[in-house]
């Protein structure tokens, strides 16, 4: 701005008043008495200040005209005729303050007199013409056309001025020079004006393009990363309503007789047995545990870098537990399905195992317990031991526990080490609350098998949890599960959801986003779905988008997710637990 203030004020008003005023030749005539030409110098502190005074108006104006939102740049209202009014009458006040400094700045052997009409006459021009160019400049498209009418007006503005002011002028001579006591006299150069502007203009062109370059850039990049985000907390939101992957469960009576080997072929090779129990929708998981179905979620560390799911001793663990848990729950076998991450979420199609990941939230809030399975072993690659301290010290153990507590409780939550099924230690979640502080395998091989770091990860399903929290106690659900997860995040919210990470790598550490502000984002949809739950409406797309800085014709949600939207898939018989995954239409 202060840029294009100068290339006005000082390349375009200053320098035409003095070229111009070159135009001027006073002669004596033959009755004054003084014979030939009469010489004109100017007086260089009123030149100089006449420079800076067109230069500051110049740029005020500018800032005025151009401070308005970018989203309304073609809106022709009572705000953009306001600021065109100010800042023409600005740039039209400057025009006239630096002609008629420049006038003063006149000494010689005469004196100078004005006509009061022909001055108001023209600032007149000058306030129209500047108007109407700084208009255009507003409201038309940033195009070159544009921008060369504009400018064809303001010199326009300039010119005319400039020469109706000179009508105004009379000069009489005088026997000697007019000029301040102590002042600087010089005579001015038309031709050295003129290279000097156009070398000024030049360089704030090279300025000015390299700068509007590297804006146009971090704009973009802004713009980018601000749908990013965007596309992040919708995709949270949706995956609290629906799922975003099929819940692929093993029966029990199956998973009892599963040995290691049919493990390490993982969810595509136990699929070809056919055993395997698909729920594709969130009506499908209520329908099948309406008629009895008993889910249990195994949490456990993985032991190996290149063997994928249980070793021997922590898969006969399991088998123990879901033997235990039937008997304390008084299930069926047959009643009974069990979900185990490496059969449970496709390993070889990376968008499926993405959409799987993405929606642990809602995997881990459906079971109707959860198992922490950390018997006493060995990490076969690091030789470190494996218990109870170290499954805490895992990132992705960490998410499920978190996950499982904040819709399901603590009190369905199961410890095994080995020896015998017991409940969740009291201080459990209080020591794996704060996800981010816990190590994860990516992180310790310096990410040289992956690019993507797992913190990164589960960002998307950690909001969809914090989402989910905040709503249900925004609609008063006051269960003892739903205070103690509402607390422990308003205890530990900084340190669970940490607004950047430190990813590391074999070049070395580096600080990176990691939430941002999508926290703020994901909160301001939960205040617009309580005012229209208040208003009985459904969440819209709009109430959803309106609150995002990226462009308006960016689209944010897909037919299918619209649809989404708009269903009432909930059951009136659903429970409040079964529920806690899966928000009512008027919720969203």
Not at 396 to 416: K, P, Q
């Amino acid at each position: 701005m202060v840029c294009a203030g100068f290339s006005v004020g000082v390349s375009t008003v200053w320098a035409m008043h003095y070229v111009g005023m070159s135009a001027l030749h006073l002669d004596g005539g033959q009755s004054s008495g003084a014979s030939g030409e009469i010489p004109v110098r100017f007086e260089l502190s009123f030149t100089i200040i006449s420079a800076f005074a067109a230069w500051l108006i110049a740029t005020v104006g500018l800032h005025i005209v151009n401070g308005r939102d970018v989203s309304k740049r073609s809106l022709i209202d009572r705000e953009l005729w306001i600021r065109v009014a100010a800042a023409a009458s600005l740039i039209a006040s400057g025009v006239m303050i630096m002609h008629y400094m420049g006038m003063i700045s006149q000494t010689g052997p005469f004196h100078t007199e004005y006509h009061a009409g022909v001055v108001f006459a023209s600032g007149l021009i000058a306030l129209v013409a500047a108007g109407v160019g700084l208009l255009l400049l507003s409201t038309m498209p940033p195009v070159m056309a544009t921008r060369l009418v504009s400018a064809f007006l303001i010199s326009a503005a300039v010119n005319g001025m400039h020469y109706t002011g000179m009508q105004a002028a009379s000069y009489t001579v005088a026997e000697d020079d007019i000029s301040m006591i102590f002042s600087i006299t010089i005579s001015m150069n038309e031709t050295i004006i003129g290279i000097l502007v156009l070398v000024a203009d030049l360089a704030l062109y090279a300025v000015c393009d390299s700068y509007g370059m590297q804006m146009r850039q971090e704009y973009e990049m802004a713009a980018r990363k601000d749908l990013t985000l965007q596309r992040i907390v919708t995709a949270a939101v949706m995956s609290t309503k629906e799922l975003g992957a099929a819940m692929n469960c093993i029966p029990a009576t199956s998973f009892m007789s599963l040995e290691i080997d049919c493990i390490r072929e993982r969810h595509e090779g136990y699929r070809k047995s056919g055993h395997l129990m698909i729920l594709d929708t969130l009506e499908d998981v209520w329908e099948a545990k309406a008629a009895g179905m008993f889910i249990i979620f195994f949490s456990y560390e993985c032991l190996a870098y290149k063997q994928a799911g249980p070793n021997k001793l922590q898969l006969r663990v399991m088998k123990a537990s879901v033997q235990q848990l039937a008997s304390l729950h008084g299930k069926r076998m047959e009643d009974m399905f069990v979900w185990l991450d490496c059969i449970s979420i496709p390993q070889r199609n990376k968008a499926m195992q993405t959409a799987s990941i993405n929606s642990i939230y809602s995997f881990a809030s459906l079971p109707d317990a959860m198992v922490i399975v950390c018997p006493e072993s060995i990490h076969l690659d690091t030789q470190q031991k494996a218990d109870q301290d170290s499954i805490r010290d895992r990132l992705w153990c960490r998410v499920e526990h978190l996950a499982y507590c904040c819709s399901r409780g603590t009190s369905s939550m199961y410890l095994h080490c080995g020896d015998v099924l017991g409940p969740l230690p009291d201080d459990w979640m209080k020591s794996v609350c704060c996800v981010f502080e816990a190590h994860s395998t990516c992180c310790r091989l310096k990410h040289t098998t992956t690019m993507t770091c797992d913190r990164k990860v589960i960002v998307q399903p950690l909001v969809a949890l914090y989402f989910d929290v905040l709503l249900r106690n925004a609609r008063g659900d006051h269960d003892e599960k739903d205070v103690y997860a509402y607390t422990l995040i308003k205890e530990n919210k900084e340190k669970m959801f940490p607004r950047t990470y430190t990813h590391e790598s074999e070049e070395g550490t580096s600080e990176r986003d990691l939430f941002g502000d999508l926290l703020e984002r994901a909160e301001l949809l939960v205040d617009e779905s309580m005012r229209e739950r208040g208003k009985g409406n459904a969440f819209q797309k709009a109430d959803v988008t309106k609150h995002f800085s990226v462009s308006e014709h960016v689209g944010i949600f897909g037919e299918h997710e619209l649809s989404c939207m708009h269903e009432d898939v909930v059951p009136p018989s659903m429970t409040r637990c079964q529920s806690s995954a899966a928000l009512s239409t008027q919720d969203i």
